[in-house]
């Protein structure tokens, strides 16, 4: 198993100084080592081996091991406990990313060959490679800070590898994390961070022995593939029968449908989770002028999208209108109320989430952002193109406020008849004679 060289990128997350926790006991590798901890270990050997080797080359510094560590530590306090603040905010992560990956592309643009050695190359790939390579090699990279093991405390004169270091350690503790819920697990972060110390070492030290030999990793790896494997596996089979568990449940919901395959109606007996109001359905919104904007917690568009939504409601919901935010099923609480917050919604917007998933495989066709304006009796149209629709809608909420239901005119799909034989192809023109 390989993991990536980390892409520079920043963190959204804000900050304060913590200490290097004390582990129950120090990790190292024996006898009775887990599993677990073992393939914990062979990350940080991963992560550590190809970042501390890499990023020097391309960086022309090394990274700063102590604070690397101290920030892995910091970001996995952060995620258990959102009362604990990062070291560096996320306008300070995001500046010394562009900074070094402006560093780092400087230095490959240096590697390149002139124009007389390219020609030399003859297009050759591979010798074009090893030049910039050994040109690679030659360039200076700044001396290493010593590794003193301490815990560190950045403060505002804190230098900008120090910054880098702490973006890259940040950037292993969410990698890091990320394979643990893939494996469903929370892997030993102490073993993990073991794993990068010794790799370091080894970088700085080839005749240093990782406590793991290089067939021991390549076993643990083997096996956690496996298991990824049947985990994978089992949540095909799973989401299989959930997805036909919810075409079952929704059967009935659906009843007459457009030309399309939508539902005509929206069905207000759809089961939804409130967040803004206690309801298990859309009951409470029936035979009411409304505007449902269908959002994902996670999608850019719709970030942009929903603050323009709330100011449609702002002047739409004193005039007769309601207006319903509904989020889709991959979203969980925390992040739908995250993303109310930064779209500014306020008491004319009520909100649901579609936790059982009926509204998208009812209505949506997987894409956000949706917005349907619903009259009285349940019809509706789709505004699946907003911002191009956005002044349409407003005109036909006014119309609709004033007693005239809006109307989709959908189109009816154009049908190829299969069974009609095919017209025949144009006869190729006779070949010339020979000669001729």
């Known amino acids: 198993m390989k993991s990536k060289i980390i892409a520079l990128g920043a963190c959204a997350l804000a900050m304060v100084a913590c200490d290097m926790p004390q582990s129950k006991a120090p990790a190292s590798i024996n006898a009775n080592t ?15 081996g190809q970042n501390f080797k890499m990023l020097p080359l391309q960086m022309g510094e090394h990274l700063n091991q102590d604070v690397v560590i101290q920030a892995f530590y910091d970001a996995q306090k952060a995620a258990s406990d959102t009362s604990f603040k990062l070291q560096l905010s996320d306008d300070s992560l995001r500046a010394v990313g562009t900074l070094y990956g402006a560093r780092s592309r400087q230095r490959m643009e240096s590697t390149r ?14 010798k074009i490679r090893a030049y910039m390579d050994s040109v690679a090699k030659l360039l200076p990279i700044e001396s290493e800070a010593p590794v003193t093991g301490a815990a560190v405390t950045l403060g505002p ?10 973006l890259i350690g940040i950037q292993f503790a969410n990698q890091f994390r990320a394979i643990g819920e893939q494996f469903q697990t929370e892997f030993d ?9 010794d790799a370091a070492a080894k970088i700085r030290d080839t005749t240093l022995a990782l406590q793991l030999p290089e067939d021991s990793l390549k076993a643990v790896g083997n096996r956690f593939n496996d298991k990824m494997k049947a985990l994978r ?33 929206i069905n207000f007996k759809v089961k939804v989770t409130g967040i803004s109001l206690k309801t298990e359905d859309l009951s409470s919104f029936a035979g009411k002028p409304l505007l449902i904007s269908y959002f994902s917690a996670t999608c850019g568009h719709c970030a942009h999208a929903a603050p323009q939504i709330v100011e449609i409601a702002k002047e739409f919901v004193p005039k007769g209108l309601t207006a319903l935010s509904v989020f889709s099923g991959g979203n969980s ?11 500014k919604y306020d008491d004319n917007m009520s909100v649901v989430f579609d936790e059982k998933r009926q509204f998208g495989e009812l209505y949506s066709d997987g894409y956000v952002p949706k917005i349907y304006l619903v009259n009285p009796d349940g ?27 809006v ?12 069974l009609k034989p095919a017209a025949p192809a144009p006869a190729a023109p006779a070949a010339a004679p020979a000669g001729k």
């Open 189 to 197: 972060g102490d073993y993990f961070v073991l794993g990068v110390k």
């Open 157 to 166: 004169d804190a230098t900008d590898n120090q910054k880098f270091s702490y």
């Open 34 to 48: 887990t599993d677990d901890q073992k393939f914990a270990y062979m990350l940080g050997v991963q992560f550590g």
């Open 333 to 343: 609480k925390a992040g739908i109320r995250r993303f109310m917050d930064d779209a």
């Open 407 to 418: 109307e989709w005119k959908v189109e009816t799909p154009a049908t190829v008849d299969t």
């Open 113 to 126: 060959p002139d124009s007389a050695t390219m020609a030399s190359f003859e297009g050759d790939r591979a």
């Open 379 to 405: 019809t509706y149209k789709l505004y699946a193109a907003f911002e191009k629709e956005k002044e349409d809608l407003k005109k036909e909420i006014a119309e609709l406020l004033a007693g005239k239901n």
């Open 233 to 265: 596996e089992e949540a095909m089979k799973k989401q299989q029968e959930e997805e036909a568990k919810l075409k079952a449940e929704v059967a009935g919901l659906r009843g007459d449908t457009l030309p399309n395959g939508m539902p005509a109606k």
